[in-house]
């Protein structure tokens, strides 16, 4: 596509329960990443994917959130029993290789109520 | 130390001033160095890379001092249309990703 797609735009959840994020990265990008933007607060790293590798993993902040990239396109971020500080707008980014800048989506805002 | 720091402002300017922002960072291998741009509730957009012999993109100078583990970006002209904030971003220790400041505010008033 001409941009990086997010889904849904915005997404309100009660307390415990499980939800998925969708990122359809810009075509041809093997780079693909997963960051997250609290209120007043800078983009903090989660994850990210480069093309058949391992994951690097190092940024999600409990065993409750994974993701997942399919086909080496779209990935899907999940948070289970989420809590009211997983509260913020999730961002996922992609780029032809790592080192050049990336292309953000607009983001899935997320409301645990 | 944060891994990228930043003077999170805001820089208050008229239309037509000069502004310099700063950003440091703790990872000396950090190989790669861009600045962003983010306006109030959108995404991230890529405003320049930087490189160690400087670089400038119309009104936009930035600068990379490897030694002091320093990066600055200069705003010339300022334009109502650059109010924003300005995120400093570095590669991460394990050359990963991108890791972002939490930005330096501008606004600029006619």
């Known amino acids: 596509g001409a941009g990086v797609s997010q889904s849904p735009s915005n997404k309100v959840t009660e307390k415990g329960k499980d939800v998925e994020l969708r990122c359809d990265p810009i075509?041809?990008?093997?780079?693909l990443y997963w960051y997250r933007q609290s209120l007043g607060q800078g983009l903090e790293f989660l994850i990210y994917?480069?093309?058949?590798?391992?994951?690097?993993k190092s940024g999600l902040p409990s065993d409750r959130f994974s993701a997942e990239r399919t086909g080496g396109s779209v990935s899907t971020l999940t948070i289970q029993r989420t809590q009211q500080e997983d509260s913020a707008v999730y961002l996922c980014?992609?780029?032809?290789?790592f080192g050049v800048g990336y292309t953000f989506g607009s983001g899935t805002r997320l409301t645990v109520v | 130390r944060k891994e990228v720091e930043q003077d999170p402002g805001p820089f208050n300017v008229p239309e037509g001033a000069t502004v310099a922002f700063n950003c440091t960072y703790s990872?000396?291998?950090?190989?790669?160095f861009f600045w962003y741009r983010q306006d109030c509730r959108k995404e991230p957009k890529l405003l320049m890379s930087?490189?160690?012999s400087g670089n400038e993109d119309g009104r936009f100078t930035a600068q990379l001092n490897r030694a002091s583990q320093y990066i600055s970006l200069l705003i010339r002209d300022s334009k109502l249309s650059d109010s924003a904030t300005y995120l400093c971003?570095?590669?991460?220790?394990?050359?990963?990703?991108?890791?972002f400041g939490k930005g330096t505010t501008l606004s600029v008033s006619s």
């Open positions: 971003v570095v590669t991460n220790q394990a050359g990963t990703a991108l890791i």
């Open positions: 990872n000396s291998a950090s190989q790669s």
């Open positions: 980014a992609s780029s032809l290789n």
């Open positions: 994917f480069q093309g058949n590798s391992a994951p690097d």
């Open positions: 930087v490189y160690s």
């Open positions: 075509s041809g990008h093997t780079a």
